[in-house]
């Protein structure tokens, strides 16, 4: 009986972080210390306070906590220092590739101009992949909370950073009860017209219809959660067909109450239907754990093999925006891992 994939060794495996908010990765700490860099008031006088407060029912309540914490943000340098750390911990992960998210209505709402922050952000990246050795995608996405007409607003300020190759598509977040993806589907066309990748959260706690339309409506080419899709057997194997790559988050759906525990969660059955899928943090800092965090947990609960976390890791490179020759280097030693797995594996059976 060969030992347990240890922590150590989901560090080792070379993956793709494909599902993380740059917002998200803001712990209590560096809310802090931003707070005071710009001279505003936060109602917790510190990081554990801060960590007590995340206790979440459900999605909205997790938003609104979300939406004020990101309000320390306002200048270059905060932006710089979020995404530059963001980097850091993904190298710390051994996440060879990360493409974050970011919500930019959730900062020119507060009137910090799309420039800072988007600049800041890249300048955060940049510097990090110097750094760190991680390369990166920064994905805006619309807010489905919003009218259709402000997200279009957004993608009009947006486009040349979109058409240029410094932001790499469009995606969509927020509440999603009774906000459907087909309201965005102008923003959508926009996108496609113009040949832009798209992704939206969709089947995080709405139906799976919402995930049927993100496809059929919007052309997503990757779905960010999609579990609701496992109750619609006939999306599952058009999913699985299509090859539609999905973003889970285990520990994201436990602390918001998709799932009661961790042994419940679907990843199992997502795998077993040879759906895509792809382990990622959502929301590290308000959710208690990062992309590797996500993997011990899962392992742990479900008993994954190590033949089922290289799945992961694979489909991780092969669905990501990594161009051909570095996908293809990243699988190359994806499979020199997978050997030296199978000779340990071999050598303890
Ligand atoms: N924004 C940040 N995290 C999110 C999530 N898990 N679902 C929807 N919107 C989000
Ligand atoms: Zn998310």
């Not at 190590?306 to 990594?322: G, H, I, M, Y």
Request: charged share 20%.
């Amino acid at each position: 009986m060969p030992a347990r994939p240890t922590r150590d060794w989901m560090r080792g495996l070379p993956k793709a972080e494909l599902h993380v908010h740059l917002e998200g990765t803001l712990e209590p700490e560096m809310m802090l210390a931003l707070a005071r860099r710009n001279g505003l008031a936060l109602p917790w006088p510190d990081a554990a306070t801060i960590r007590a407060a995340y206790a979440f029912g459900n999605l909205q309540e997790f938003l609104d906590l979300y939406y004020r914490g990101m309000g320390v943000l306002l200048t270059h340098a905060d932006y710089v220092d979020l995404a530059c750390t963001a980097m850091e911990r993904a190298a710390a992960d051994g996440v060879v590739h990360a493409e974050f998210f970011y919500d930019p209505q959730g900062h020119t709402s507060r009137g910090v101009p799309f420039d800072v922050v988007t600049g800041g952000l890249l300048a955060g990246l940049a510097e990090g992949e110097r750094r760190f050795g991680v390369s990166w995608r920064l994905i805006p996405n619309l807010l489905r909370h919003l009218p259709e007409d402000d997200a279009l607003t957004t993608l009009r300020v947006a486009e040349p950073w979109l058409l240029d190759g410094r932001l790499h598509g469009v995606g969509l977040d927020s509440s999603e009860r009774d906000f459907p993806p087909e309201r965005f589907a102008r923003a959508y066309a926009w996108a496609a017209e113009r040949g832009l990748f798209r992704t939206a959260h969709a089947g995080e706690e709405g139906p799976a219809a919402y995930v049927a339309t993100a496809l059929d409506v919007l052309g997503v080419h990757r779905i960010d959660h999609g579990n609701r899709a496992l109750e619609d057997p006939a999306l599952v194997s058009r999913l699985a067909a299509l090859g539609i790559g999905l973003t889970v988050c285990p520990l994201s759906n436990l602390r918001l109450r998709g799932v009661a525990c961790l042994t419940e969660h679907p990843l199992r059955q997502m795998l077993d239907a040879g759906l895509k899928v792809t382990l990622n943090g959502d929301d590290p800092a308000y959710f208690g754990g990062t992309c590797l965090d996500n993997f011990v947990a899962i392992a742990d609960a479900l008993e994954l093999s190590v033949a089922d976390l290289l799945t992961l890791a694979r489909n991780s490179l092969e669905v990501s925006l990594l161009d051909p020759a570095a996908k293809a280097r990243h699988l190359t030693a994806l499979a020199a891992y997978a050997g030296a797995a199978a000779l340990v594996e071999g050598a303890d059976t």
